[in-house]
């Protein structure tokens, strides 16, 4: 789900957040200057009520394993939100950056604390589909609704 934006201006990556319960309307990802190769590509930072600039999280680089593009995943947090906020940030200077969130999924734990393995179920219920294995839509399936 898209919450945010942020893009290029005066040389500066300034956007926003909002969703149902947050709205942090002045943001600015400033670049973090490290030799570690595990410090943050960038800090989140917010314009608080008081008009001064606070870090609410942080951004580190990452790359999809599917297609190799570059983007930022991180977090927001603060006192005032319920929990922390994951985040992902895809996009360009030249195109501007778009904000991602998605739900967390639910750990899942063996009665012994161990992690528990994810099964793919073979049938969930909903038919064949009308889809190819790359996700396109069959053809000549565009105008069939499926029965249930």
Partial sequence: MNIGTFALKSGQLIG???TLTVDLARLGLRP????NEKAPAFEIMALNVARKWVQVGALWEATSNSTGEVFYQGSLDDPSLPEKMAIMVFGDDEDGYRVVWN???????NMDGTRQTRRRQRDDNF???????????????????PAF
């Fill in 16 to 18: 926003s957040i909002a």
């Fill in 32 to 35: 973090v200057e490290s030799d």
């Fill in 103 to 109: 739900r967390p999924a639910p750990m899942r734990q």
């Fill in 127 to 145: 038919g064949e589909g009308n889809a190819t294995e790359d996700g396109r839509i069959a053809q000549g399936e565009e105008d069939h609704v």
